[in-house]
Every structure is written in structure tokens, then in C-alpha cells.
């Protein structure tokens, strides 16, 4: 029972912790860390329960199926290296929260912290114990994540924020190398099942696809483990509150890179590119690290590199392949995590008490924290190597490895000398960070007045403390067996022989940490005085921090790279986004030209009419003309437009198309009007000014040019080729056979638009009833530019001419001057009402219809306000455009729905002929009430949106005399 | 006759698409009106050229479909002149506002950089 659910409650009850923790009173510091201290001992004692099923190298599943057919299942797997994680979690995940209860202040917002702390505990169970490589990555992103809120806790602090962001981006970056990885791992051998991986250990170090996912395996790890090159972040990552950094910063989640290499080491292990690739990184690391812990004046900042030079050593231990260097290297993580993580309490506690943790102010601190100072001495002692503590006995079994030759080359030999020189840098630093805070001169400004801390706050200190000693002193009672088993469990039948008793006699590793203390100590004699006063970062190195190529590289990603991109694809310039879009229907209209060969073989010339070449010479050349002139003569080039458009409705009615002709010829008239009405607001532009006379302008229109040219050239074949061919068998036939039997109409198209297709008629003058609307929507409240026309020259003449009579209003002149035109046009309205009504009626049978009979009707209306001014027309004529929109969609809509009545579908029509004295045979079908709704509707929509426009002229007329009126108030006054 | 409409309709085409990517909004009217001729006159002529055929069928006759030409590319493009006026009239008044609030007829609504 406890065996069977064991796995997922060590997961899930820390998460379970953590949102219980989030529900709890903010300020509640001790029901916190009581909940938190539970969750944390549950899951310890459940760890330890399990020691039995782990023991001989036992493995516990517990596997639940998910997505198998995807090869994913939530398998957990517990053997002994896993357990020992599990229980380095759980123990120092209740260290500290202990140590926090007393750490954080009661100002601090601590359910937060407990919620995320617990919640990482959680995640960082799940990457230890996933047996599914994709769950691991799960897990992995999730301490990611996790991390990133811990460090960023305090979050008004700008150092925390780019700290959080900093290591959230790196190890992000590193996870998602390594997702990519597992699924080559997973293709490779078949299943994401880490004991089937495991077991195709040589398939995958014999595969070509081997040395990618070992590069994308390594750069998950090595991120996540700070290792050289990427190890900047976690000098950053010190921001965090001081549990946070004993937590996840020294036993855990930095541990979680080198338990994946060791859990992967069957697999990966053994091979050159792991022993290069690992290995310069493990022993750079290492080194470096090392090198730059002695420099730095921040405790944490110490303890950070020395953090990184301790993962390196742990990944040189496993770039060995050797079975022996493992054991060294698991034995090493566990080492670590107890002097690193009470290390990190100390220099917590000091920061607390000091109130600083900079080293230049820190001094003699030992009165005032005896108990403190010598934990403190006895941790940094196993750090730094010192016989019968822990460290030193991982760190002879390092030296005794690092002699051996593992892989003949100049990193091998050099080895021996890497390693002894980076343990004397340790004991430097080590020596360093105990005599400068509490040996010395009494330091006099300190924040505040040390005092011992409360014993439940050195508590966990000393109890991690009495590990290292134990360990130290008594390995193969204390440690011994729970290494065995995790050892085992990683070598299986490789398990070497190996023994942890403190003296092996007298050999070369004994004098290699012997010159390496001793040249450690004579190494901080000569530079104490330096380090005393000297700035962050060792000299000659400070271009080496990462920190600033991240910046770099992150500045150039994230801002200019950004916006580049944002500049030239933004939705910003519309220029090159039509430039994209127009190359891009270029290309797809060529592509099935080229693929299908449909350049037309024959180029004939046969049954040219030249009345219609003659036309559409002209028509060319007016297209042509208007896109030369549109830019400065636009109303030129306006009368041009309506040339190429007269020319193709005189194509419509030579090639059968009465119906195109005569839409096409009065939307023509309607759309002029109405760009003529808005020309007047368009800015003045004189051609001289702005020729673009810059290489890269002229580049700009050739390009463009050369694009014209091409759309234009497709077109031309396209359009021949198919034109040329033969026509295939189409659905017309059915309407053409079915208009009269069944519509009720003879002209096809117009039965088509009101019957056949209605429905679709109705959803397009739906739409013109909209953008009529929004027209005028636009228009209501918006006051458009200043005119930048001025009054020609004629009405100028015209208006002095007033001025100089006596007894003439000005403007009486130009009015009289229009009155035989506007005297034509107000007759000619109710010839248009009557052109409308028979365009309407014969729509059915003969070209016409609701469309053409609409349009028309407005430009009757239009015409009035041409021939009298808005006011004359507003005054005699109440026109309601968007009544007559309204009124038409319901009627179309509500013929289509009178077939309902009959038991028929939407916009099923009946059709008749009806007598009419005088008139004759109308005809007289359902549809034509249909086509009553399209043509009020066109009717409304048209007129709306010109008077719209129209009436702008008034309202910036209203507004001039206003302003002209204030003006002179203004003067007057 | 294929080939002049063809040449007419690259030429109207080739000025729209020319027009288009023009800066100033009203190039840009200008040339979706050429852009829209073409495509018309195109759609249209997918139903092939046909002189002295337009489909008016005659009453209660049988109907020989191969003596009319094709109806639908011809309902199509009634609809999409229509249609054509209607985004016309609104492009027409966008250009307007754009021109009133911002100050300039640029098709980014600023002026680019010198």
C-alpha cells in the first residue's frame, strides 16, 4: 500500500503544501512554516519508508497510463540514486524551513514564499523520480519556473527581477535543448521509458543521431548546473532570500544538471565527445570558478562561484567514464549539498545579524557569533578540503582520478595540475571567507549589533554541520551503505570497488591536497591585503563575466532584432506589406504556369475588331496616364480612370453583358461624384518639392516597377490562355435551361442574383447597408482637414464682381451663372424616377434590375443637390437614407421568409405575369419583391454615403464662419 | 480579340498594382479602382468571348444553352461591382479621416523619415 502510492504522494503532497499554503492569512509566519515543516517531513519519512524496496538494487514503479500511444506515461521510478535525492530534498527542504521561519522578516509576504518554496520541492521530487524522459523535461521546466518566483521574491528589487529574468532565460533556453534532445533520445531508442533508455545504453552511443542529442542533452544540463560558459546566472540568482540559495542554489536544483548526467552516464557516458565536451567544461569550470570565488566581496557572491567550481568538479568526475569517478561524483553531490547549504545559512545568518554581507565591512565577528563563527570554520573546512570532514574525502577520490589516464590527450595530462590548482583555490577562498568576517578588528560600522541568532536558526546549521563531520569521520558507517545502493543503482554490474576510509596510506592524491591547502593558504597571505580593498570580479577578467555578453546578446535579440522585424513586417507601413502580398499572388499565380507549361503556344490576332482596339487604346493609355498622374494632377487623373472604366463597360456591352454595362456605367457615375467630392481635402502637392531624388527612392520605384510590369505580363497570359481554350461544360447550362422554366425570368443573370443565388444577394447588400452605415458612422463626428483647394479663379472673379455692385449678394453671380444647368437637372429628376421604375420592372426579362435601377435612382437625387446646393434640396426634400436602407433589407428579408408560409425554404420563389391597362404583361413574380429590397436598399446606401460626404462642406463652411466670427470678436475687443 | 483584352487587362492591372504600392492614399483608391477593372474584365472573360449572346433566354422556348453565354461569371462580377463601390466609398472616407487626424495623406499615416 505505502510502496504502491508512495511515488506520487512524494510528489503531490508538496504541491498539495503549496496551494494550501497560498490559502492561508498572508502575515501567518509560523502556521506557514508548520505546514511547510509537516510537508517537508512527510515526505522525508515517506522517502525513508521506502529504503527497503530500494536496497540491492530494488526499483519501484508506479506507472499510469496517459497517452500511450504516444509512448507517454506518467511513470515514476524510484531506485537508489533517485532515493538519495529524494531524501536530500526532503531533509534539507525541512532545514530550511526552519532556518526561514526565522530568516524572513515578519514584513515579508511569506505565504508566498512558502507556497513557491513547497511548489519547487514538489517539482524538483518530480524531475528525481519521472522514469519518463518527456515527464522529466515536465518537471525540469517546472523548477525552472518555480526558480524564476523564488528569486524574484522580492520583487521591488531591481538586482531580483534581472536576476529571476536572467536565470529564467538561460535554463528556459537550456530546457527546451534538452526536451529536444529527449525526443531524439526517444526516436533513437524507441521509447521515452527511462529503463528501456537506460538499457539501449550502446544502440544510442552508436547511432548518427548520437552526437546531436548529446549536445542538446548537455546544454540543459550544463545551463542548469551553471557550468562554464553558462554559469553566470547563478551568481545573479543571489538576489533570492538566503533559504531560497541554500535551497536551490547548492543542494538542489543546480544539482539537478549533474544528477541528470550522472542518470544518462550508462547511457551517454564512454564515448570521446563526451569526455571533450563534459570534460573542458567540467574542468574550465572548475578552475574558473574557483578563481573567481577568491575575488568576490559579496558572501553569497563567494559562495556562488564556489558553488559553480563544485559542480564543475562533480561534471569532471563524470566526463571520466570511468566507474570509480562516478562513484566519486554522486558521493560529491551529496557532500556538497550539506557543507554548501549550511554555508549558505551562515552567510544568511551573518547578513541578518551585520546587517551586510560585504567583506570589506565584515570583521571579527567572532565575539559576537562564537557558535556561528565555528559551524561556520567547519563547513568551510569540508569545503575546502580539510581532512576527516566530508569534503575531503570526495574530493581524494577526485585527485586519485584525475591521476589516472582516462583518454590519451593534453587535457588528460593536464588534469592532475587543473585540479590541484583549483582545490588551492578553494582552500584560498575558503580561508578567506572565515578570517575577513570574523577574524580581524573589530569592524565599527556595521549596520547593525551582532548577537547570537535564535537557536532554532542555527539549528539546521548544526545538524547539516555534525553530517559533515560524521561523514568525514566515520564514512563507511554513515554514508556508506545509502552510497552503495545509489551507486549500484546508477553502475549496476560496473559497481567498481571502492572504499571510503579516511587514509589510504601514503600516495599521491594525500600530497597533491597537501600542496594544494598549503599553497592555498600562502596564495591568501599574498593577496589578503588586495582582497581587503579590491573591486568585484578578478582583474583582467571582468570582460569574462557572462553577465554582459547575455546583455549584449539579449539587447540585440529582444530589442533590435525585434525591431527590425517590427519595422519591416510591422502593420505599421502599409508599402511593404502590399509589396509582400502582391510578390507573393505573383508568385502563386506563376507557379502552376510553370509547373503546367500553359504558355500559350499560338499567338493569333484573328477577328480583331478595330473599333474596339481603337477603344481600348484609349484605354490603355488612360490607365497607364492616370497611374503617371495620380500622385499630382488627381483630378486628371480621376477623368482618366473614367475613361479605362467607359472602355471596359463598352467591353461588356461587345462581348454580352448588358447587365455588367449598364451596373458598371452607372456605379461609374456614383463613384466619380463621390471621389470628386472628397478631392477637396486632400493635401496640395506640388510636384517640384518632393521628386524622390535618392538612390535608394529610385531603386524603390524600379523595383516596384519591375513588379507592375510582371502582375501586368501574368495577367495577360493567364487571361489569354484561359480565354484561348476551350470552355469546360459549366453550371450555367442549368441556369440558362432552368430561368425561365423555374424563375420565372428570361434574363439569366438577374434570375441568377434574385432567385438562384438570392440568398448570396442578400448577404452583399447586407454588406453595402454596412459600409454605408459605417460611412456615415465616420463622417458624423469627424471634422475633416482644412480645405487646401482654394476657390477658383472664376468664383473669385465672380465673388469681386458682387462685391463691387451695389444691391449683389455674394455668391449671386456664380448661382445665376449655374442656373440653365441646374434649371436642366431639376427637370431631368422625374425622368430619372421613371428611368429607375423601368430599369426595376424589365429587370426580370431584359437588362436592368434592382442594382442598376438603384443606383440610378440616386443619381437622381444627386443631381438635385448638384443642381441647388444641399440647403436648397434639404429644404424641399426630406430624404431618410437610412430608413430606405432598413426598409429594404426587411423587405428582401421578409420575401425570403414568406416562403415559410408555404412550407418552402428561405427565398423559394413564385413567379406570374399580370395585365396591367396601358402598361401590359408585367411581370410578376415573388422575386421581384425580393428585388424591390435590393433596390431600396442601393437606393438608401448610395445616397447615404454622397450626401454624408456632402455635407461636409457645410459643416467645415459652419465651422470657418465660426472661427471667422471669434477672430473678429477677438479684434474687436 | 483575345489578345487585345488580354494586353488591355495586363496594362490595367499592371498600373493598379503600380498604384498600389504607391505612398499616398489616394494612388492607392486610384489603383484598386484599375486593379478592380481588370479583375472584372477578367472574371468576366472566363465565360469566354461571346459577341451577340447574352443570356435572355427566350419565353417558354427549349433552351439550347450553347447558344448564350455563360450568366454566372457575369452575376458574379455584377456582384462584385457593387461590392467594389461599396469598399470605394469606404476606403474613400478612411482616407479623409485618416488625413484629417493625422495631417497627412500618407498611407502610414506619417510622413517617413528623411
Known amino acids: ?973 | 480579340m483575345e489578345l487585345l483584352l488580354s494586353l488591355s487587362m495586363g496594362a490595367l492591372a499592371g498600373s493598379g498594382v503600380w498604384l498600389l504600392l504607391r505612398p499616398r492614399t489616394y494612388q492607392v483608391i486610384m489603383g484598386l479602382a484599375l486593379l478592380s477593372y481588370a479583375v472584372n474584365i477578367f472574371i468576366f472573360s472566363t465565360g469566354r468571348l461571346r459577341v451577340n449572346a447574352p443570356p435572355i433566354v427566350e419565353k417558354g422556348m427549349e433552351v439550347d444553352p450553347a447558344a448564350f453565354t455563360d450568366p454566372v461569371p457575369q452575376a458574379l462580377v455584377l456582384t462584385a461591382i457593387v461590392i467594389s463601390f461599396a469598399t470605394t466609398a469606404l476606403f474613400l472616407v478612411v482616407l479623409l479621416a485618416s488625413r484629417g487626424l493625422t495631417g497627412t495623406d500618407h498611407v502610414d499615416g506619417r510622413e517617413p523619415e528623411k
Not at chain 1, 562561484?305 to 568538479?313: A, D, E, P
Not at chain 1, 587543473?418 to 582552500?427: D, G, R
Not at chain 1, 463597360?649 to 456605367?665: H, K, R
Open chain 1, 1 to 973: 500500500m505505502i510502496t504502491n502510492n508512495a511515488l506520487p504522494a512524494l510528489i503531490f503532497l508538496p504541491f498539495l503544501g503549496s496551494m494550501l499554503a497560498a490559502l492561508l492569512p498572508a502575515n501567518a509566519r509560523n502556521a506557514e512554516a508548520w505546514l511547510s515543516g509537516v510537508t517537508a517531513l512527510l515526505t522525508f519519512g515517506l522517502a525513508a519508508l521506502l529504503y527497503p524496496s530500494v536496497e540491492n538494487g530494488g526499483i519501484v514503479r508506479r506507472e499510469v497510463a496517459w497517452l500511450p500511444e504516444l509512448g507517454l506515461n506518467l511513470v515514476l521510478r524510484m531506485d537508489g540514486f533517485a532515493w538519495l535525492f529524494t531524501i536530500l530534498i526532503g531533509g534539507i527542504g525541512l532545514l530550511v524551513v526552519i532556518y526561514a521561519r526565522y530568516y524572513m522578516s515578519p514584513q515579508d509576504p511569506v505565504r508566498r514564499f512558502y507556497s513557491f518554496l513547497l511548489a519547487f520541492m514538489g517539482a524538483m521530487q518530480g524531475v528525481v523520480l519521472s522514469g519518463n524522459l518527456i515527464l522529466l523535461a515536465i518537471f525540469w521546466e517546472l523548477t525552472s519556473i518555480v526558480s524564476f518566483l523564488l528569486i524574484g521574491y522580492w520583487y521591488h528589487n531591481a538586482a531580483a527581477r534581472d536576476g529571476a529574468r536572467m536565470a529564467l532565460t538561460i535554463t528556459g533556453i537550456g530546457g527546451l535543448c534538452l526536451l529536444l534532445g529527449f525526443i531524439l533520445i526517444g526516436h533513437i531508442a524507441g521509447s521515452y521509458d527511462l529503463d528501456e533508455v537506460l538499457a539501449s545504453g550502446a544502440a544510442i552511443r552508436a547511432h548518427p543521431l548520437y552526437l546531436p542529442a548529446l549536445l542538446l542533452i548537455l546544454a540543459g544540463a550544463l545551463t542548469k548546473s551553471a557550468q562554464f560558459p553558462f554559469h553566470f546566472w547563478l551568481p545573479n540568482a543571489m538576489a533570492a532570500p538566503t533559504p531560497v540559495s541554500a535551497y536551490l542554489h547548492s543542494a538542489t536544483m543546480v544539482k539537478a544538471g549533474v544528477f541528470l548526467l550522472a542518470r544518462l552516464w550508462p547511457v551517454l557516458a564512454g564515448t570521446d565527445a563526451w569526455f571533450f565536451i563534459v570534460g573542458i567544461a567540467g574542468i574550465s569550470t572548475l578552475v574558473i570558478g574557483a578563481y573567481f570565488a577568491i575575488f568576490q566581496q559579496d558572501l553569497k557572491g563567494l559562495l556562488a562561484y564556489s558553488t559553480i567550481s563544485h559542480l564543475g568538479l562533480i561534471t569532471t568526475l563524470l566526463s571520466f567514464g570511468s566507474p570509480l569517478a562516478a562513484v566519486a561524483a554522486i558521493f560529491h553531490m551529496v557532500n556538497h549539498a550539506t557543507f554548501k547549504a549550511s554555508l549558505f545559512m551562515a552567510a544568511g545568518i551573518i547578513d541578518h545579524e551585520a546587517g551586510t554581507r560585504d567583506m570589506r565591512k565584515l570583521s571579527g565577528l567572532f565575539s559576537a557569533l562564537p557558535i556561528t563563527a565555528t559551524l561556520a570554520m567547519v563547513a568551510s573546512a569540508a569545503m575546502a578540503g580539510v581532512p576527516l570532514l566530508n569534503g575531503f574525502l570526495s574530493k581524494e577520490m577526485f585527485f586519485a582520478e584525475a591521476i589516472e589516464e582516462h583518454r590519451e590527450s593534453l587535457l588528460d595530462s593536464a588534469m592532475p595540475y587543473l585540479a590541484t590548482l583549483a582545490s588551492a583555490f578553494a582552500v584560498t577562498y575558503s580561508v578567506r571567507f572565515i578570517h575577513s568576517v570574523f577574524f580581524g578588528p573589530k569592524a565599527a560600522d556595521l549596520p547593525n549589533e551582532a548577537h547570537e541568532p535564535p537557536h532554532w536558526m542555527r539549528l539546521p546549521i548544526e545538524l547539516l554541520v555534525l553530517a559533515c563531520l560524521l561523514v568525514g569521520i566515520i564514512p563507511g558507517i554513515t554514508i556508506g551503505p545509502y552510497l552503495n545502493t545509489a551507486v549500484t543503482s546508477v553502475l549496476g554490474d560496473r559497481t567498481p570497488e571502492y572504499s571510503l576510509s579516511i587514509w589510504h596510506g601514503f600516495n599521491l592524491p594525500l600530497v597533491m591536497s597537501a600542496i594544494a591547502l598549503v599553497g592555498g593558504v600562502i596564495l591568501y597571505l599574498l593577496l589578503h591585503r588586495y582582497l581587503a580593498h579590491c573591486k568585484e570580479d578578478p582583474p583582467g577578467l571582468r570582460v569574462l563575466v557572462g553577465q554582459r555578453i547575455f546583455e549584449r546578446v539579449l539587447v540585440t535579440v529582444s530589442w533590435r532584432w525585434a525591431r527590425w522585424v517590427e519595422v519591416n513586417l510591422g502593420t505599421r507601413r502599409l508599402q511593404p506589406q502590399l509589396r509582400v502580398l502582391v510578390t507573393v499572388a505573383l508568385m502563386a499565380g506563376a507557379w502552376p504556369l510553370f509547373e503546367a507549361g500553359l504558355m500559350p503556344d499560338l499567338i493569333s490576332v484573328a477577328n480583331l475588331d478595330p473599333v474596339l482596339a481603337i477603344i481600348w487604346i484609349v484605354g490603355i493609355g488612360c490607365a497607364i496616364t492616370a497611374a503617371y498622374q495620380a500622385k499630382y494632377h488627381r483630378f486628371a487623373a480621376l477623368i482618366l480612370i473614367g475613361g479605362a472604366g467607359l472602355s471596359t463597360c463598352i467591353t461588356f456591352v461587345w462581348f454580352s453583358a448588358p447587365d455588367l454595362a449598364l451596373t458598371q456605367l452607372v456605379v461609374e457615375v456614383v463613384t466619380t461624384v463621390l471621389i470628386l467630392l472628397g478631392l477637396r481635402w486632400l493635401p496640395k502637392r506640388i510636384e517640384e518639392i518632393d521628386t524622390p531624388t535618392t538612390l535608394a527612392a529610385r531603386l524603390r520605384r524600379q523595383r516596384d516597377f519591375l513588379l507592375a510590369l510582371a502582375c501586368g505580363l501574368g495577367v495577360t497570359v493567364v487571361s489569354y490562355a484561359i480565354m484561348t481554350s476551350a470552355p469546360p461544360t459549366t453550371v450555367g447550362d442549368f441556369y440558362l435551361e432552368r430561368a425561365y422554366s423555374e424563375g420565372g425570368g428570361t434574363n439569366a443573370v438577374n434570375v441568377i442574383l434574385v432567385d438562384f443565388r438570392g440568398f448570396d444577394t442578400f448577404g452583399e447588400i447586407t454588406v453595402l447597408g454596412i459600409v454605408a452605415l459605417s460611412v456615415f458612422a465616420l463622417l458624423r463626428r469627424f471634422r475633416p482637414a482644412p480645405d487646401s483647394i482654394e476657390l477658383p479663379e472664376q468664383q473669385r472673379i465672380q465673388n469681386a464682381y458682387d462685391d463691387a455692385q451695389q444691391g449683389r449678394k455674394l455668391g449671386e453671380t456664380a448661382h445665376d451663372y449655374l442656373l440653365v444647368p441646374s434649371v436642366l437637372m431639376q427637370w431631368m429628376f422625374p425622368v430619372i424616377i421613371a428611368l429607375a421604375a423601368y430599369l426595376f420592372l424589365r429587370g426580370h426579362d431584359l437588362p436592368g434590375g434592382g442594382f442598376t435601377a438603384g443606383v440610378a435612382m440616386a443619381i437622381g437625387f444627386l443631381l438635385q443637390y448638384l443642381a441647388g446646393g444641399t440647403r436648397w434640396v434639404e429644404e424641399r426634400l426630406r430624404i431618410l437614407p437610412v430608413r430606405w436602407i432598413g426598409f429594404g433589407l426587411f423587405m428582401a428579408a421578409f420575401t425570403g421568409m414568406g416562403a415559410w408560409l408555404f412550407g418552402l425554404p428561405f427565398l423559394t420563389s413564385a413567379s406570374g405575369y399580370l395585365e396591367i391597362p396601358l402598361i401590359g404583361e408585367v411581370p410578376l413574380a415573388s422575386a421581384l419583391l425580393f428585388d424591390l429590397g435590393v433596390f431600396l436598399l442601393v437606393v438608401g446606401a448610395t445616397v447615404l454615403m454622397l450626401i454624408a460626404i456632402a455635407h461636409q462642406s457645410i459643416r467645415s463652411h459652419r465651422v470657418r464662419a465660426t472661427e471667422a466670427a471669434a477672430t473678429r470678436t477677438e479684434e474687436a475687443a
